[in-house]
């Protein structure tokens, strides 16, 4: 499932993962970021361990995760 974005266009769901994240402004679960975004969390936690290997996300606090500043 795919979200529009601002500009109208399909986000993936690596990058509807990351605007809900920006959105919420603390740090989130894998299961609170698919309530958010509507995503199934087998979805959520296959591009969490991408995002975790990449270093798009981060983690200040045990078992939730934030965009890595950049």
Same mark, same amino acid.
């Given at each position: $499932?795919? /979200?529009?974005?601002?500009?109208? &266009?399909? $986000?993936?769901?690596?990058?509807?993962?990351?605007? =809900? $994240?920006?959105?919420?402004? &603390?740090?989130? =679960?894998?299961?609170?970021? =698919?309530?958010?975004?509507?995503?199934?969390?087998?979805?959520?936690?296959? &591009?969490?361990?991408? $995002?975790?290997?990449?270093?798009?996300? /981060?983690?200040?606090?045990?078992?939730?995760?934030?965009?890595?500043?950049?």
């Amino acid at each position: $499932m795919s /979200v529009k974005g601002d500009k109208g &266009e399909r $986000m993936s769901d690596r990058d509807t993962i990351l605007e =809900a $994240m920006k959105k919420a402004g &603390e740090p989130l =679960a894998a299961g609170k970021v =698919a309530e958010l975004t509507g995503l199934d969390r087998k979805v959520v936690d296959k &591009e969490f361990a991408a $995002m975790k290997k990449d270093g798009t996300i /981060v983690s200040p606090v045990r078992c939730k995760w934030e965009p890595a500043q950049k």
